[in-house]
Every structure is written in structure tokens, then in C-alpha cells.
């Protein structure tokens, strides 16, 4: 009977996931592929799992460290990576909220329980825009929605 593992504790194939999260621009799905053996489903689930595990997070953090990095400049890469990635395709609102939601995730922005909706209208081809005016609008955003949800708290 296989012993279930700590939550806490950092193994190998964590360590080994973390690497690989970083290589991938913060791709669970792809890193999990790439460390565990199984189908694309359980590579999500895992992935996902990984990706909010704190013992992990700041495994990725120390390596980005390492690189000489901080989490902003990795994120600013990410998106460079995506806009680039993107030139010649046209970018959707779904696409521009998937960026804002996995920012928020790795920058731990998201409050622990806020049960509102808020609609954003995103209005901009991100393809034709560069990394540093996508970085400004998406901290003014941040900042919209932290104040926001300071009222919504309150």
C-alpha cells in the first residue's frame, strides 16, 4: 500500500516540477507531463495541485533566485513570451483574463473567500502591445481590483 506523501514536504519530483514549471512559463499541465507518469488529465490535476502548494511555490521562488530573478521579472517574461508567442493571432478578452488569472495565482493577489462578481472589458490587442505597457495595466488593474476588494471586505 503505497503511503500517502506530506503535503510539506519537498521531494524530488517536486523539486524536479518546480524546474520544469520554470521552463515551461509557469505551465502546470506541461511540467506535471514532464515529472510524473500518467495521462494529460491527472497531469492537470497534479499540475494544479503542484502549482498552489506553498512548499513548492517557494521552491520555484528560491530557483528564480538562483537565475537572478524575482517573481515580477519572471512574470514580465512570461508575458513577453505570450505576446510574442501570439503575434499574427488575435488575442481574446478570455485569453487577456486567463494572463490576469494566472498573475493574481502567482502572486498570491487572490483573497482567500470573496463570493462577487466583477466584469472587466479588456479592449486591446495584446500581440500589438509591448511587455512594459501590458506590465503597467496590469498593476493598475491589480490595484483597481485590491481596492476593490478592500471595500468589498469592509
Known sequence: MLK???????????KQFAKKYI??????????????????DSAQV???????NPVIMEEIDKLLKKKG???DEWIAGNLKHAVESGI????TNADAIKVLDMLLKVKS????????????????????????????DLKELNNTTQSILGDLQS
Open 46 to 52: 497534479l499540475g494544479s495541485r503542484n502549482a498552489n
Open 109 to 136: 493577489s487572490y483573497p482567500n473567500k470573496v463570493n462577487k462578481n466583477i466584469n472587466l472589458n479588456i479592449n486591446q490587442n495584446l500581440g500589438q502591445t509591448n511587455v512594459d505597457v501590458v506590465t503597467k
Open 4 to 14: 500517502p506523501q506530506s503535503h510539506n514536504k519537498l521531494t524530488y519530483k517536486r
Open 88 to 91: 499574427g493571432q488575435k488575442a
Open 69 to 71: 530573478l524575482n517573481n
Open 23 to 40: 521552463e515551461h512559463h509557469g505551465n502546470a499541465t506541461q511540467a506535471a507531463l514532464e515529472v510524473y507518469d500518467g495521462s494529460y
